[in-house]
């Protein structure tokens, strides 16, 4: 198990801005693929963003690209996920994930195996 904590998350306005990051206990955090999923009420799950092990690597959802930038810091065993240009359909709560390296940067939630709990984040109009 690679234990997986979000925060950052929060209340904001329109247009503003948020940084998740994601902590992961560890020596092996380098050898993950990780990734930023969210799920609005009512909607699956989706994917946002991903990054591959040695961060060479990134992919986004046609709906954050260039708004959204996912990086990692591999001594620091944490993702991040800086959100700028909020809307109301961002709203969402976030969850971190974690999968082999050998994924690189996938958007498939199904290669992913091990999941955060979530942190909400909500843009207010």
């Known amino acids: 198990q690679v234990p997986l904590v979000e925060s950052g998350g929060g209340l904001v306005q329109t247009g503003g801005s948020l940084r998740l990051s994601c902590a992961a206990s560890?020596?092996?955090?380098?050898?993950?693929?990780m990734a930023w999923f969210r799920q609005a009420p009512g909607k699956d799950r989706e994917f946002v963003a991903a990054?591959?092990?040695?961060?060479?690597?990134?992919n986004y959802a046609d709906t954050v690209k260039g708004r959204f930038t996912i990086s990692r810091d591999n001594l620091e065993n944490t993702v991040y996920l800086q959100m700028n240009s909020l809307s109301f359909e961002d709203t969402a709560v976030y969850f971190c994930a974690a999968g082999p390296i050998g994924i690189g940067d996938s958007s498939s939630s199904k290669l992913y195996i091990h999941w955060g709990q979530g942190t909400q984040v909500t843009v207010s109009s």
């Open positions: 560890g020596r092996t955090f380098s050898a993950y693929a």
């Open positions: 990054i591959a092990g040695n961060g060479g690597r990134t």
